[in-house]
């Protein structure tokens, strides 16, 4: 996966603020939700490192199971 950053600021921000062990993109997790096909709204979030992506991940899922989300 190739990452494009339009805003320059906010990459450099990003490539200092997380470690360098792994790809940038190993550590971003994307929801993306809607109240229909059409309207399609996405929200990132950066993590520090690829276990904390992993515990988000497994959080959601876990919180979609036990029947909390909409």
Not at 12 to 38: F, G, N, P, R
Not at 49 to 69: E, H, T
């Amino acid at each position: 996966m190739i990452c494009v950053w339009k805003d320059q600021k906010l990459q450099h921000e990003m490539m200092t603020i997380v470690a360098q062990d792994c790809a940038l993109e190993d550590k971003m997790l994307t929801v993306c939700y809607s109240c229909d096909m059409v309207n399609v709204s996405f929200v990132n979030f950066a993590a520090i490192g690829r276990n904390v992506v992993k515990v988000g991940c497994m959080s959601l899922v876990n919180f979609d199971a036990i029947g909390q989300c909409c």
